[in-house]
């Protein structure tokens, strides 16, 4: 004989997946701790070639054995590494783009993460009541000026930087033909990570480096080590104020996201000031779907909003940003998952 289930049981069961699966959203926080952990102490680097023990690892790395295996067990649970064997674990290939030496390495990302999210805990909050970016209230200094007081944490930023810098400018460069151009100014080019790509792709150009003055002798340095300092140069400056003149291309990866629309039109008007006849300028960016379209901008938006005051914006959003700096969106070419580069050029006046 069947029985029914009575009611209340019915409804139990019905609201159980919803509430569980929220908390299991919320407790996703926990998932970036391991991962900042795992890689500030250089954990995947030590399991690079083998499974180890969780006691050989925890004596190297210096850590508590038994906390480290519990960190371990949470990474396994999300396919980081894999459990070959009680408390032995090996690499998976998610993980190892934690390794230092590997090509595709984030492992910079997390350690720079770490400190900024664990003081920035609270901040969200903050943020949505004010609209306003609560990192220089909390840590007393706005973003770019705390990297240039905490040294540590600037080179830091900087590596994070170079790693996520190189994938996006292998997409880039893989996306877009530079080699009609002779003239190219990175504006907010840091160490050179994409413009030397591009001068890689397109061997007839020349390169420009703009950025504040405490990154211009970093990226010299980054040039002579690519064997281009014949063929870019590095300009400091305030792109607030004046770019240099006359380039073919201005390409600004990673730039505009980070300001307000009033912040980002200025930059771009400044842009345009500068150009040559039939310049352009290129937008890498991402462009952020519309709806409930999953897509890393959506979280990454939110660390505009804290961190910097910037956002993430729809293509829409950066077609209205540009006509208002006296430019028109030619074109959008999705480089990889996460990035697009935005192609526009000056409007008559």
Request: proline letters at 5%.
């Amino acid at each position: 004989m069947t029985t029914q289930p009575d009611a209340e049981d019915v409804d139990a069961r019905s609201t159980a997946a919803p509430a569980e699966h929220l908390v299991q959203m919320g407790e996703m926080v926990f998932v970036s701790w391991a991962l900042q952990v795992v890689a500030t102490l250089g954990i995947a680097d030590l399991m690079s070639d083998r499974p180890r023990s969780v006691d050989e690892v925890a004596a190297e790395s210096g850590v508590d054995t038994d906390a480290l295996c519990r960190v371990l067990r949470l990474l396994g649970m999300h396919g980081v590494v894999h459990e070959t064997a009680p408390r032995r674990f090996a690499l998976t290939p998610l993980g190892d783009v934690l390794r230092t030496d590997s090509p595709a390495s984030v492992r910079s990302w997390f350690v720079m993460n770490g400190p900024i999210y664990r003081t920035l805990f609270d901040a969200p909050l903050e943020s949505v009541r004010s609209g306003r970016p609560a990192f220089a209230d909390v840590l007393g200094a706005s973003f770019f000026d705390y990297a240039a007081i905490d040294a540590e944490w600037g080179a830091v930023f900087d590596a994070a930087m170079g790693d996520i810098g190189r994938r996006t400018a292998a997409a880039v460069v893989r996306a877009f033909d530079f080699r009609g151009l002779d003239t190219i100014v990175d504006v907010g080019g840091g160490t050179g990570t994409l413009i030397s790509a591009i001068l890689r792709a397109a061997p007839n150009a020349t390169g420009t480096i703009f950025d504040m003055p405490q990154v211009a002798e970093r990226a010299r340095q980054a040039l002579r080590a690519e064997g281009l300092t014949a063929r870019c140069e590095v300009v400091s400056g305030d792109f607030f104020e004046a770019l240099p003149p006359g380039a073919d291309a201005y390409v600004l990866s990673w730039v505009i996201h980070d300001w307000d629309d009033a912040h980002a039109v200025t930059i771009l008007a400044n842009c345009r000031r500068a150009m040559s006849r039939g310049a352009r300028v290129l937008l890498i960016e991402s462009a952020m779907p519309e709806g409930d379209e999953p897509h890393l901008a959506k979280s990454m938006d939110i660390a505009m909003l804290v961190a910097l005051g910037g956002r993430e914006r729809t293509v829409a959003e950066y077609r209205i940003l540009l006509d208002r700096a006296g430019f028109e969106l030619r074109r959008v070419i999705r480089a990889d998952s996460a990035m697009s580069v935005f192609e526009a050029v000056p409007v008559d006046p």
